[in-house]
């Protein structure tokens, strides 16, 4: 059993773009939910949106990826706008599950073979990113030790998406610190409360699913670049699960939480579907086992993230860095 | 005055003493004119007509069920009636949503109290500051713009919990006081809002003796200072102390109407919702859960 | 998320398909040679020749073509393992003859190590000689309403469950899957029983399982008030593992059950239907009335009716509010399942399909309004209906599209749902 290769490749996702992507679209879910109050299940579609609206502008259309990408964001506000705008007012449970539904529907769509010509239907779109690569200043090659390694592209796009992260925790945090920010987590407190003070609700939680949602499309937009190209099956509902894991994992309603939380997701996950594969590969367990977990890395470790999920409720609901007081305050 | 004028010019001052459901006021902030909400069959509030005078307590009593929570919400704008209008200062509410008439002046309380948990005693009161511009979203990120404005906010919540009682747990998570205090704050925050008419649903209700007194006592300062107050109150003691004018609701309507005195002299409100003795035992006090 | 992740999943999972079906007896004999796609092109018996089909990778990359020979046999060997694409160009289809399914110009297909996969492209008839919109639309009611009494049967317990604890089930869907596996497995796999006595046998598994979550996980969580969010959470955990383990032993592929697989169909005027079909419908209909009486008429079921109504005030009055929320479980996991079990019998079983639905019954219940058995009665029907006669008008892909416009639509007309109540204020 080789240690060093599970743990570099447990490091390299924990640090890589996968992890800044998660680290973004659960960003946008803490501000919907840790700090809102909106139970937002559709993360997913802005993420989706993101990344198509970029890709159709550059593929579809020929257009330039400075373009595509304000497109993308464009699309996230309308969507927001248009999911907002109808289940906003309803109670929080009927707004989780219009959205889970929304985003996945949306998915549908963008798959389906009358968008083909538009989304590329089944096959997506590809070779969207030359002129962010272009950009590139590092020298080709490999940087880092054994598997923990990233090419150069690779690890340009982690800058910018790094950058992306820290610039978008720190816009939440001043939001948060603001007048604005306290109203918002007012009405994740009660929202009668707030209405009866003179606050247009329903204005605020729409403001806060937009900016959520375009950080979230902003996750989409850096998984198409890291891509270069969308494809739906990047899209599926599981995706929201695994960044609300991500969030719960490190803790609600705090700055770094979900970036930590982020991190630990994709470390956690690789280092376990690592572990397995090494595993089956030492020959110490019967055929028969051993056989059984020879590419099943994969399910199993998303089906111990279930029982995770299910324990981390029932023994630390608030979150592992999360505060245990604030969870039983009030309601 | 000016309002009953305008919009039913034909009663006479005369005509309206003779049914006294309803009675006309002189100086009226709130005129409520047929107002009708039923739930499933239940007429949950029924009233005719139904004024508050600026400037007084009025209590508003009746057994559970009477309607006057739903009168509240009906009123604040956070239900829809089924028909009827109403107005504050002479303007029509219908229609409005809540913030919209919160903002006009009228500002109420819930009977199971809704103190914001997870923020603190001060941002509590902070929140319910109708002056603070930094609460745009595009003035949020500017903050030399809303700086200034908020020490100013700060610093009358501060005076406002001092009065309270509350003063020194302003830093604290609102979730961590007690049922007693969460209703001071409760009070405290609808002032902070500035309003002319605060609308407060059992604010006594689930307080120990010691703070009710001081809750009333806040109650009575405030008025003096020219807020009208509607509060609904189950104990007669405490009506009987502060209100000026009680309104007397059952099964959504009306019963009665008039000064404390009178009200508790009144054979109907004793039968309806004071109880006598025997009825309390037969069960027949109309509790309506 | 990325490709290359996506492939390495999509390939493990094919891998465990194949290993778990090598550990239950029933692998088949490998071919030996590298991966390839493989087929034969018929129509109306004879081979189809001189039709091209090609094969793109994950990356939209072109790996092999190849011409259908004069047996309409055509083969492709593929670089390695993946999930390819492959597309009959339609142009090159002799005069007057067409893809049957003209959704299905495009096949994608996931190859495991070492195996040669065939692909069927089905000709047919030219569509111009398809059914006229009104038989169509027939049809479509038909359908609807065979789906819509599925949906409703497999989102009562969602919505009960909701009613009685505030809970969204994210793992409801995951019941259904678990009814048409278990069945399958009864059925199709191991124990060759026949479909009636599989189906009872999985609903009975499924409804014990759906209990043993209540009793021994929620109940406790319930008991600690853990909030509605941290619930959600569990539910999403337990979806996550119940999903990921049927595919570890179920593996990613659709499968049939044995019996009432191919029927010829009844028509009635406009309306054609098999025996299986009718006889689902008609045991959904009298399931649905069944669950109504008893809820309407017997004790439990005023029982459930009053706490899913208001839960303090039914414990108040002696209602054992556990047992009632124990026996929804039960009973809402057993219905679940039967949905899962037609369900499989209508279409085919796979590891997703109770997810997939999941989003439907949502729909569903919000549309009714949450919370009551009724509700999603209406719901489910209301849901069905919308879904299959869009497809009249529009590609079946993307008849979900419809159910959601309906469920916004209704919510701002009426946001409480059809059926739903509206929430106190104050
Ligand atoms: N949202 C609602 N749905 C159905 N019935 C309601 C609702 N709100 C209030 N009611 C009914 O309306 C009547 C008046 O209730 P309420 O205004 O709360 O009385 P009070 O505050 O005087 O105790 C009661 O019969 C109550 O059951
Ligand atoms: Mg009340």
Redesign the interface.
Known sequence: MDFDIIFGNAARAGLGPQAAIFALAAIGLNLHFGYAGLLNFGQVGFMMLGAYGTAIVVATWGGSLWLGIPFGLGLCVAFALALGIPTLRLRSDYFAITTIAAAEILRLLIRSSPATDITGGPFGLQAIANSFFDLNFLPDGRFGWGTFSYSSNQLWVMIVAWILVVLCSALVLALIRSPWGRVVRAIREDEDAVLSLGKNTVAYKLQALVIGGVIGGLAGVIDALQQSGVGSENFEPQVTFFAWAALILGGLATTVGPVVGAVLFWFLREGVESFIRELSEQGWLPNALADFLDGAEGAISIALMGIGLVALMALRPQGIFGRRRNLHLGT | MSGVTTIRPELTQAALEAAPPGRLKDDPILITFGMLKTFGGIRAVDIDHLEIERGTITAIIGPNGAGK?TL??LL?G??RPDRGSWRLDGRLLGGL????I??LGM??????T??????TVL??M???A?T?R????E???L?WL?QPE?ARVRERAQGLLERFGLAHMADE????LSGGQRKLL?MA??L??DPTLVML?EPTAGVNPALTESLLEHIRELNAEGVTIVFVEHNMDVVMDISDWVVVMAAGRILTEGPPQEVVANEEVIDAYLGRPRDVADGEEGED? | MSNARSLRSVVALVAVAVLSLFLFGSAQAQDGEGEAFSGTLRFGGEPVEGVRISVVDASGETVGEAVSGADGRWRIELPGPGTYRATIDTATLPEGVTLRDPERQTLEVTVTAGRSRPLIFALGEPASRGPNVGEKLAQAVLNGVKFGLIIAMCAIGLSLIFGLTGLINFAHGELVTLGAILAWYFNADTFGAPLILAGVLAVVVAGAAGGGVEFSLLRPLRARRLGMFQFMVVTIGLSLLARHVMLLFFGPDRERYIDYALQAEWTFGPFAVTPRDFTIMALSAVILIAVAVFLQRARTGKAIRAVADNPELAESSGIDVDRVVLIVWVAGAALAAVGGVFFGSVEAVDWLMGFRLLLLMFAAVVLGGLGTAYGAMVGGLLIGLVTEVSTVWASPEIKAVFALGVLVLALLVRPQGLLGQRERIG
């Open positions: 929570t509240f919400n604040t956070f239900d949503p809540p913030h919209r919160a903002r500002v109420r309380t819930f009977q199971l809704k103190s914001l948990s997870r923020l941002e509590n902070a929140v319910a109708q603070q930094g609460e745009r979203l003035r949020a990120l903050r809303w908020e998570q609102a979730g961590t409760e925050r609808a902070m809002a649903d859960a």
